[in-house]
């Protein structure tokens, strides 16, 4: 009988586009992975994957294998855990990706409290300001802030927050959002348009750019305008112990702009894993 173990080499090496880099993922040897994956294509009797020196590339046989092959795991995966998981006891490796930022003020205090509620279970927290690939690099779940685009993962919203213009003290005097456009902007590669609502109910549309700066890291525009660089919108949680300590101000108190969503992102699998389930409810709860 085939192992499974080679059915996740095989698959570790079709998301990972080369035997080196699957290896990676799988904590092994190239030469592991290699010898796996060629006791597999011995053992089925086909060619899974043409290999050249720079690109491995799936045969017809394989991209039919890989697709049943992915379903097995994940029925299989879910079967062990199912077997496993007494009394809400959840066992294995949880891999979440989320945002610097967002991961010391939100998630790691999260995920300290539901470890207490499922010792067993390992996370594996990573942070970064780029979306991760979830299927390439093997994530369960990614928390992530703003608008949400297009993909094709699954999403679930958790929660929202609120963003405010926040600047350094000497830009006190902006009072109209016409001020706002006219005093150096900090902008942020993601969150580049936002919906204002006026005091009297309007709407109206502000854009971080063309900006005096640009980041792709919240932490970053809060130093930039905690250094008086201009004028940032950025999340309440982010900024609120500047606002009370004064470091900051908040501008144009009497306008709203639009709430940010808070979304869990994970793979679009035929069974979601009972961690990944367990974990979402915990942060939506």
């Not at 989320?98 to 996370?123: G, I, K, Q, W």
């Not at 993962?153 to 006190?172: D, G, K, N, Y």
């Amino acid at each position: 009988m085939v192992s499974l173990d080679r059915f996740d080499t095989f698959k570790a090496v079709v998301e990972a586009g080369s035997l080196t880099a699957a290896a990676d993922l799988l904590g092994q040897t190239r030469a592991v992975v290699s010898f796996n994956l060629k006791r597999l294509e011995a053992e089925l009797g086909v060619t899974l994957l043409t290999r050249s020196t720079r690109q491995l590339a799936l045969t017809d046989a394989g991209e039919r294998f890989y697709l049943r092959c992915t379903r097995m795991l994940e029925e299989a995966c879910l079967a062990v855990e199912e077997a496993r998981c007494e009394h809400a006891q959840l066992k294995g490796t949880l891999r979440i990706t989320t945002t610097v930022e967002y991961a010391l003020a939100v998630v790691a205090p999260a995920v300290e409290a539901f470890r207490r509620l499922h010792p067993d279970l390992n996370v594996h927290l990573s942070t970064s300001s780029t979306h991760a690939d979830l299927i390439s690099e093997r994530f369960d779940v990614a928390i992530r802030l703003g608008r949400l685009l297009d993909s094709n993962h699954r999403a679930l919203q958790l929660s929202t927050f609120e963003v405010f213009a926040v600047a350094a003290p000497q830009f006190v005097g902006v009072r109209h959002l016409e001020d706002l456009e006219q005093v150096p902007r900090l902008g942020h590669g993601r969150l580049t348009e936002l919906t204002v609502t006026d005091p009297s109910g309007g709407e109206h549309s502000y854009r971080a750019g063309p900006a005096a700066l640009m980041a792709d890291s919240a932490a970053v525009l809060q130093a930039f305008a905690l250094r008086g660089h201009g004028v940032a919108v950025l999340p309440q949680w982010l900024v609120q112990d500047d606002l009370e300590a004064g470091r900051l101000v908040r501008l144009l108190a009497d306008h709203r702009f639009a709430p940010q969503g808070v979304y869990a992102v994970y793979p679009d699998t035929r069974h979601l894993p009972l961690k990944v389930r367990a974990f979402m409810d915990f942060m939506k709860g």
